[in-house]
Nanobody
Framework: QVQLVESGGGLVQLGGSLRLSCAAS????????MGWYRQAPGKQRELVAS????????ADSVKGRFTLTISRENARNTVNLQMVRLKPEDTAVYYC?????????WGQGTQVTVSS
């Protein structure tokens, strides 16, 4: 089992910045990808960014504005999503996820709201 604990998110103005963090604990040796999805009201969940540690991928809509990093220490993996130059269309619930052997795990979700 893997447990994911998210932090960060909130309300920010157009052009502002936020940082989301997600700490994974438990059977982290089985994890091979971590990242973030988001879901805006009335829209499908979409992949924002993911990393295997060796490579990182971003949605076209966030390239150049979002940076995903991963750290591994003390039996915990942490992914941080630094978001800058935020736009109203970035408003969504952001979900951390980790893909492990046999299963994908999800965080509880954190709201990001960008006001214009």
């Amino acid at each position: 089992q893997v447990q994911l604990v998210e932090s960060g998110g909130g309300l920010v103005q157009l052009g502002g910045s936020l940082r989301l963090s997600c700490a994974a604990s438990g059977s982290i040796a089985s994890i091979y990808i971590m990242g973030w999805y988001r879901q805006a009201p009335g829209k499908q969940r979409e992949l924002v960014a993911s990393t295997s540690g060796d490579s990182t991928n971003y949605a076209d809509s966030v390239k150049g504005r979002f940076t995903l990093t991963i750290s591994r220490e003390n039996a915990r993996n942490t992914v941080n999503l630094q978001m800058v130059r935020l736009k109203p269309e970035d408003t969504a619930v952001y979900y951390c996820y980790s893909s492990a052997i046999y299963q994908t795990y999800w965080g509880q979700g954190t709201q990001v709201t960008v006001s214009s």
